[in-house]
């Protein structure tokens, strides 16, 4: 009984933190950099849904990622939807704070133009996980991600960063 009273309440206490949407941004307001211990990203998963540059694998994991990523998509139009790059960033809090993810990007048909998303992670602490897609029309016109880079922000300042090699 135990057992099942925790399980529940660990299902509550996931269900409470679920991630927002990243939104686009305006502008990218530069920030202070005041890098902190107990902040930082731990790993980073790329994913590029683009048959112009997926080759034919037999991978199984890769073939997989594939599938789930287009699951559902019955249409042409559907699958031109989820058609992108897609982000998964990994990253610890070593205390509880109120942190934004970050996303900044530039694209290979808008230059040197700085693109942005954010996701708020209010009282986050512990292992936490936070995707961005970059799909559909807003990939298809744009192009490619050519660099970009991922901030932990908390009160105005940066306290986490990882980047492509490409940034600068």
């Known amino acids: 009984m135990k057992y099942f009273v925790g399980l529940a309440a660990a299902l509550i206490a996931a269900t409470a933190l679920r991630a927002e949407t990243p939104r686009p941004l305006e502008t990218a307001r530069v920030l202070p950099l005041a890098l902190d211990d107990h902040f930082q990203f731990r790993k980073t998963e790329l994913f590029l849904n683009d048959p112009q540059y997926i080759k034919p ?3 199984p994991m890769l073939q997989f990622e594939r599938q789930r990523v287009n699951f559902g998509a019955v249409t042409n139009v559907d699958r031109l939807e989820r058609r992108g790059q897609y982000f998964t960033f990994f990253w610890r809090a070593g205390r509880a704070a109120d942190i934004t993810v970050r996303l900044e990007y ?7 133009h700085v693109q942005a998303r954010e996701v708020s992670c209010p009282h986050a602490k512990g292992s936490m996980k936070t ?3 970059i799909v559909g029309d807003d990939y298809l016109e744009d192009g490619r991600i050519t660099a970009w880079r991922a901030l932990l922000i908390e009160e105005g300042r940066v306290v986490g960063l990882t980047q492509s090699y490409l940034w600068n």
Do not use: P, S, Y
């Open 57 to 59: 694998t037999t991978d």
């Open 106 to 112: 530039r694209q290979e048909n808008l230059g040197a």
């Open 131 to 133: 995707m961005f897609q």
